[in-house]
Nanobody, 123 residues
Framework: QVQLVESGGGLVQAGGSLRLSCTGS????????MGWFRQAPGKEREFAGA???????YYADSIKGRFTISRDDAKNTVYLQMNSLRPEDTAVYYC?????????????????WGQGTQVTVSS
């Protein structure tokens, strides 16, 4: 059994920053690739970034170097540091884990999901 819980979302103005956290339990955290996805109203869930079990990071082109993913296995937590936020970043952000150390960009490749946390960026 795996549980993932996101936190850190909120309302910010354009140009601001947020740090999202995802804390997991149940499965061996350090061996799992962790992904961040986001879903805006009326749109499909899209890949934002991921960190592999070896702490190698991958990012979607859309975030343009503004976001940074890190992990702290001692705390069973991954982070998404979001800087220079734009209104188009407004979405529900989800963390996900898969039963592999290798990352994937596809939501269907992830086995466990958090409940999501809302990020709203105002202009």
């Amino acid at each position: 059994q795996v549980q993932l819980v996101e936190s850190g979302g909120g309302l910010v103005q354009a140009g601001g920053s947020l740090r999202l956290s995802c804390t997991g339990s149940g499965r061996t955290f350090s061996r799992s690739a962790m992904g961040w996805f986001r879903q805006a109203p009326g749109k499909e869930r899209e890949f934002a970034g991921a960190i592999s079990g070896r702490t190698i990071t991958y990012y979607a082109d859309s975030i343009k170097g503004r976001f940074t993913i890190s992990r702290d296995d001692a705390k069973n937590t991954v982070y998404l540091q979001m800087n220079s936020l734009r209104p188009e970043d407004t979405a529900v952000y989800y963390c996900a884990a898969r039963n592999s150390a290798s990352y994937s960009r596809g939501p269907s490749d992830y086995d466990y999901w958090g409940q999501g946390t809302q990020v709203t960026v105002s202009s």
